[in-house]
């Protein structure tokens, strides 16, 4: 498996990458962004469709945070490939 880069600010989707349990809000105490930004409806309520905007993480808007919203595997970091895949048709199901 190819190590994965780190993000903007090295935020990653999910437990499998950031090692925290699943639901945990992306604050400034678990990686320096802002408080409010959530990781996905099922874990934390909040509405489908909250991202991680350029301005907590400096990736393009409408970069959403589960793989429901995406398509791209779970734990899959935030960085120009994951971007990337999440324009088109998901290269990696399964």
Do not use: W
Request: proline share 7%; glycine share 12%; no cysteine.
């Amino acid at each position: 498996m190819k190590k994965a880069r780190e993000a903007p600010n090295g935020i990653h989707l999910d437990n499998e990458a950031r090692k925290t349990p699943n639901g945990v809000h992306l604050d400034n105490e678990a990686t320096g962004v802002p408080n409010g930004v959530h990781l996905d409806n099922e874990a934390t309520g909040v509405p489908n469709g909250v991202h991680l905007d350029n301005e907590a993480t400096g990736v393009p808007n409408g970069v959403h945070l589960d793989n429901e919203a995406t398509g791209i595997p779970n734990g899959v970091h935030l960085d120009d490939e994951a971007t990337e895949a999440s324009k088109g048709p998901s290269r990696q199901r399964g």
